[in-house]
């Protein structure tokens, strides 16, 4: 009796503490321009595909910023990182991707990433 305790506590301590991760991908057209373009012609290429990150960690539930933040600065560092000053460069094919890891409620991280393709028109 006492050996299938102790077997019982090991495995609820083992399940307790064991570190899962959830993840999740959103495709979504995030782009509102109503600019119309037409591809009759292969008049575009595509550059280079760029992402942007961000990420927090909580303890006990406390700490870091929102999910609204969080997704607001990794499209931050993917804009940056796109480079679209210079020509007539688009971001098309927009992926969110969301991961989730840790030991809940004690320690978790979350973190956002979101990348696209960036396109130029001739």
């Not at 307790?16 to 373009?37: D, H, K, R």
């Not at 870091?64 to 607001?72: E, P, S």
């Amino acid at each position: 009796m006492k050996k299938l305790s102790y077997s019982l506590i090991a495995i609820a301590f083992v399940v307790f503490l064991n570190s899962c991760g959830v993840s999740g991908a959103y495709m979504l057209n995030q782009n509102q321009n109503t600019t119309q373009v037409t591809l009759s012609t292969s008049n575009y290429k595509v550059l280079e595909r760029v992402s942007g990150s961000s990420e927090v960690e909580y303890v006990l539930i406390f700490g870091g910023v929102k999910k609204r933040q969080l997704y607001a600065n990794a499209y931050k560092e993917m804009v940056d990182a796109a480079n679209l000053e210079s020509g007539s460069k688009a971001l098309v094919n927009l992926v969110t991707e969301e991961h989730v890891g840790g030991a809940f409620p004690f320690y978790y991280k979350r973190t956002i990433t979101v990348s696209a393709n960036v396109v130029e028109f001739e």
